[in-house]
Nanobody, 126 residues
Framework: QVQLVESGGGLAQAGGSLRLSCAAS????????MGWFRQAPGKERELVAC???????YYADSVNFRFTISRDNAKNMAYLQMNVLKPEDTATYYC????????????????????WGQGTQVTVSS
């Protein structure tokens, strides 16, 4: 497993932007898909976006064309650039990592991710 630490959450106005960062440490030599999940109060945790080791990406429909996921394998970092924020984006955001066998492999279900960060709060005001 790897250890993950998120940063960059906070308060933004609707239409604004925030950038989340995720620092990975530990067993980073393996191939991992990196994912960003979020959970709002009273709602289930949902996948926002994920990125494979080779850069292949997946976005939830609700954030497509507004959010951009990226990673820097040399620095063991993952990022989530969030633009045109909406009040419904308010949630705790979690970074997650899942071991993969192929560099292009992605996971869209949370059970496939073994490592999780502690979460960072994103609040969007209207």
């Amino acid at each position: 497993q790897v250890q993950l630490v998120e940063s960059g959450g906070g308060l933004a106005q609707a239409g604004g932007s925030l950038r989340l960062s995720c620092a990975a440490s530990g067993r980073t030599g393996r191939m991992y898909v990196m994912g960003w999940f979020r959970q709002a109060p009273g709602k289930e945790r949902e996948l926002v976006a994920c990125i494979a080791s080779d850069g292949r990406v997946y976005y939830a429909d609700s954030v497509n064309f507004r959010f951009t996921i990226s990673r820097d394998n040399a620095k063991n970092m993952a990022y989530l650039q969030m633009n045109v924020l909406k009040p419904e984006d308010t949630a705790t955001y979690y970074c997650a990592a899942g071991v993969t066998e192929r560099s292009s492999q992605i996971y869209t279900i949370s059970d496939m991710y073994e490592s999780w960060g502690q979460g960072t709060q994103v609040t969007v005001s209207s």
